[in-house]
């Protein structure tokens, strides 16, 4: 049985919405838009909650897809400890929170499994003006990669997407035609933005890959390829300008 955290809506509610799509019936765990059970990944008590929910109406899952997240911009002088605590709590404690639950109920009941977070290409990637969510999807990252080693001999399976800017609510009201999207465009390889498909697609590889564990799998139409050191980009747009 698929369990989708943070199926409500953007990449999740996309991956919820392809398992329909082959007559799978997912359970969805999100606080907004439309899900079946509640659940704050950041707070203990509600994870556990909404697993003792899930396995009395449901079942057990054996596939978790875990997408719940929040953006956040900020210079690291000007972040408070609130910041940190908000980011790394929905970005980092939550989806181990959401992994550590299912994976001691499958273990309990001797069953295997798959896990795939959502991580991001910032989790390797320098953003000056994302600091927290950088660092929190690092963490996340490396989170994934122990996980996989440490339920490997449970059968368990656990691995992750690295998506590069992809066009959920995440992006707010940003214009995805003009502004610091149209430089992210041409930045990357495929030269478009992401989108909440092509994440799916992704995901659903990784729960069908038997032999694959521990990975973060970038998703980013070649977006993370781009480097800051460009003279062959330089001398083509000088010319392409003169």
């Known amino acids: 049985?698929?369990?989708?955290?943070?199926?409500?809506?953007g990449?999740?509610?996309?991956?919820a919405d392809s398992y329909r799509a082959a007559g799978a019936a997912p359970v969805v765990w999100d606080i907004a838009g439309p899900h079946d059970v509640t659940c704050d990944v950041a707070d203990p008590r509600s994870v556990d909650d909404a697993l003792a929910a899930t396995l009395e109406r449901f079942g057990l899952p054996d596939q978790l897809s875990v997408t719940a997240g929040i953006g956040h911009s900020g210079l690291l002088v000007d972040e408070s400890v609130e910041d940190w605590d908000r980011v790394m709590g929905v970005n980092t404690k939550g989806p181990w929170l959401v992994m550590r639950a299912v994976a001691r109920a499958l273990i309990a009941e001797k069953r295997t499994g798959s896990m795939v977070a959502t991580s991001s290409v910032s989790a390797h990637l320098v953003d000056r003006a994302m600091g927290l969510y950088c660092a929190s999807k690092s963490a996340l990252s490396m989170i994934v990669k122990v996980a996989a080693l440490e339920w490997a001999p449970f059968g368990i399976r656990v691995n992750a997407v690295g998506p590069g800017v992809t066009e959920t609510p995440m992006l707010g009201r940003a214009p995805t035609d003009g502004g610091w999207l149209q430089g992210v465009k041409a930045r990357t390889a495929l030269g478009r933005l992401g989108r909440p498909e092509d994440i799916v697609a992704a995901v659903l590889a990784l729960h069908d890959l038997s032999w694959v564990t521990g990975q973060v799998l970038d998703c980013d139409g070649?977006?993370?390829?781009?480097?800051?050191?460009?003279?062959?980009?330089?001398?083509?747009?000088?010319?392409?300008?003169?």
Do not use: K, T, Y
Not at 1 to 9: A, I, K, N, R, T
Not at 11 to 15: D, F, K, P, Q, V
Not at 228 to 241: K, N, Y
């Open 1 to 9: 049985m698929p369990l989708v955290v943070g199926g409500g809506s």
């Open 11 to 15: 990449i999740g509610r996309a991956i």
């Open 222 to 242: 070649g977006l993370s390829l781009h480097s800051p050191i460009d003279a062959f980009g330089e001398a083509e747009r000088a010319r392409a300008g003169s």
